[in-house]
Every structure is written in C-alpha cells, then in structure tokens.
T-cell receptor, first 117, second 115 residues
Framework: NAGVMQNPRHLVRRRGQEARLRCSPM?????VYWYRQLPEEGLKFMVY????????ESGMPKERFSAEFPKEGPSILRIQQVVRGDSAAYFC???????????????FGPGTRLTVT | AQSVSQHNHHVILSEAASLELGCNYS??????LFWYVQYPGQHLQLLLK??????LVKGIKGFEAEFIKSKFSFNLRKPSVQWSDTAEYFC?????????????FGQGTTLQVKP
C-alpha cells in the first residue's frame, strides 16, 4: 500500500511564476490536508479538503493561493505569482475520514520544497 | 488562539542518555495529542498519540509520553536514546471539539544524538 505521494519533491520558481504542487493520498483516503513549514518554524495548517469540497481554508493566505481535490486525480495546491516569502516546505497529509468528533490520524507525504529565486 | 509550545529547540545528547522533550498547549477543552518524528530526508511519521484513557501512552521505538491535563502538557520521553534517534520531533494537538481534525503543531525540537 503506497503512502502519500507528493510531487515534485523540489520545485524552483522565479518571482511572478506559478507553482503547482500535487498530492496523491493513500489508497482509500478521501480527506487531504495541506501544511506549510517556513524555515525554522513548525508546520502550519493551510487547508482541509474532501473530494470536490473545500471544508476548511482558514489557514490559506487570502490571495494567490488556491487548492482543489477533484473527483479524479490528485489534490493540487496552486500558488500564483510566487514571491520569495513563499519559499517553504509544503506537506500534504491524508486521512481515512474525520467525522464529528472522531479524529483519525493523518499520514504525511515527503513534502515539496519550493524555492523562489 | 490555540497554540503549542515546545520548549527546547535543539537538544544534544550522548547515546544511552535519557530524553525528555517538553510540549505544552493552550486550549481549555478536550484535546487529542500527537508526537511526530521526521528523520533526516524522510517524511513525518507518527510516534504516538493520545485520544483518551490511560494518560501514559507508549509509542514506537521505545518512546512514551504522559498527558498531564492540569499542566496542559504532553512531554515525550525515552529512557535511553540511540544515535538513530537523531531527528526532528514535533508535538501536535487537535482540539476535541474540532470536526476537521486539523493539527496545530509546535515549532519542533531538533535532537542530535552523539555516538
């Protein structure tokens, strides 16, 4: 059973370009979380998605960032017009489900390290 | 706002020394607690978790953690560390009232074990 897959593992973009980060959850998992880790900091929640739905985007910057999890295919985190401050490690995690107050553990991918030059 | 604080940013120990990494959280209600580990070049892996029941939780690789509700703490311990325990350790919390399960992480502690 393959784990959470993320690609690319490393991504270099120049200021103003777009970055697309992909996450394929574990088989059977329909819930995806995105976290960002800035240098010297812990992981910060960005967005929580289920198939075709954004459930909680309270951690997403208001501009330039968007996320989707289509019915078919991986979840995508998209950053438009990247700036140097977007340089970070972006982690995806998947979970079988979270329902009401029942919490299931999250399984993390290897991360995508974005460098903006 | 809810937050998680890890007191030690960088810990250096010799092999066989005992380890205790501090973790405190700020949230008054019920919580679910986690410790994750990230070995060099690898992804985050779950070490142990606490949802309810016995506050002393045993995890993989000889790690354990104790939930002390009155102190809002969930410290990680290991009686005797090995060189292979060199890694970054993250404490994380999900409020029990959360229906999204999003994790709130501490800033991490880098553990370096000298052979």
């Amino acid at each position: 059973n393959a784990g959470v897959m993320q690609n690319p593992r490393h991504l270099v973009r120049r200021r103003g370009q777009e970055a697309r980060l992909r996450c394929s959850p574990m088989k059977g998992h329909s819930h995806v979380y995105w976290y960002r880790q800035l240098p010297e900091e812990g992981l910060k929640f960005m967005v929580y998605l289920q198939k075709e739905n954004i459930i909680d985007e309270s951690g997403m910057p208001k501009e330039r960032f968007s996320a989707e999890f289509p019915k078919e295919g991986p979840s995508i985190l998209r950053i438009q017009q990247v700036v140097r401050g977007d340089s970070a490690a972006y982690f995806c995690a998947s979970s079988p489900r979270t329902q009401g107050q029942v919490v299931y553990e999250q399984y993390f991918g290897p991360g995508t390290r974005l460098t903006v030059t | 706002a809810q937050s998680v604080s890890q007191h030690n940013h960088h810990v250096i120990l010799s092999e066989a020394a005992s380890l205790e990494l501090g973790c405190n959280y700020s949230y008054g209600g019920t919580v679910n607690l986690f410790w994750y580990v990230q070995y060099p070049g690898q992804h985050l892996q779950l070490l142990l978790k606490y949802f309810s029941g016995d506050p002393l939780v045993k995890g993989i690789k000889g790690f354990e953690a104790e939930f002390i509700k009155s102190k809002f703490s969930f410290n990680l311990r290991k009686p005797s560390v090995q060189w292979s325990d060199t890694a970054e350790y993250f404490c994380a919390v999900t409020p029990g009232s959360s229906n999204t399960g999003k994790l709130i992480f501490g800033q991490g502690t880098t553990l370096q074990v000298k052979p």
